[in-house]
């Protein structure tokens, strides 16, 4: 079993960074897809970034390209999300999620098998 706990998440104006950390326990990742998903009030999860076991390949929604960077440190059993130029249109809780079965990435929410408990990020404007 994998317990994933989300940190970094708080309130940023427009146009500022912020740096989330999803840390893994009871077992390494470093095989593991990782990802991050977003809910915000009244829409449904959607995916955000993802990254493959090695960290060698990643994946973007649109709307965060070039200005989302998810990594990985496998050393430490974490994952980042680097945020820059954010919108008030960013404003959810981020959810850290690992896929056990495939270290190559996916943006369905089906394939990941575990979840963290979510941490909230709020842009204003």
């Known amino acids: 079993q994998v317990q994933l706990v989300e940190s970094g998440g708080g309130l940023v104006q427009a146009g500022g960074s912020l740096r989330l950390s999803c840390t893994a326990s009871?077992?390494?990742?470093?095989?593991?897809?990782m990802a991050w998903f977003r809910q915000a009030p009244g829409n449904e999860r959607e995916f955000v970034a993802a990254i493959n076991w090695s960290g060698s390949g990643t994946y973007y929604t649109d709307s965060v390209k070039g200005r989302f960077t998810i990594s990985r440190d496998n050393a430490k059993n974490t994952v980042y999300l680097q945020m820059n130029s954010l919108k008030p249109e960013d404003t959810a809780v981020y959810y850290c999620?690992?896929?056990?079965?495939?270290?190559?990435?996916?943006?369905?929410?089906?394939?990941?098998?575990?979840w963290g408990q979510g941490t909230q990020v709020t842009v204003s404007s």
């Open positions: 009871g077992r390494t990742i470093s095989r593991y897809a």
């Open positions: 999620a690992a896929d056990r079965h495939s270290g190559t990435y996916s943006s369905r929410a089906f394939d990941y098998d575990y």
